[in-house]
């Protein structure tokens, strides 16, 4: 079989380009033009609004983060505060039981 590489050869054939403002999701394929358009901003739209949610939660989430941080640290002030107190009341307690034990007479 005397047969040539250029007959053997298979055929091929330039891509097909498309334009791209032409193009058609599978979830629009059937639909008119007019509506493909329509249901491709109704996606967009929603995955923007998911994202733009999901944004708004996560700063949400740290800024209420944030906010009880520093209410812990006012907190922790006053507790520290509060405790001085006590123990300066106690000490002054246990100096007027001292003065009573010892029968009034001054320290």
Known sequence: SGA??????????????????R???S??????QRQAILDRNRREYKREHKAATRELRLD???IESERRR???????KAKEQR???FA????????????VRM?????
Do not use: C, H, V
């Open 70 to 76: 520093d209410k812990e640290k006012r907190d922790s």
């Open 88 to 99: 300066w009341l106690e000490e002054e307690q246990a100096t007027m039981n001292q003065q």
């Open 4 to 21: 040539t590489a250029g007959q053997l050869a298979i055929k091929s054939f330039a891509p097909r380009m498309e334009d791209p403002t």
């Open 60 to 62: 949400a989430a740290f």
């Open 27 to 32: 979830k629009d394929k059937g639909k008119s």
């Open 103 to 107: 029968g009034g007479a001054l320290l």
């Open 83 to 85: 405790n001085k107190n």
């Open 23 to 25: 193009y058609i999701m």
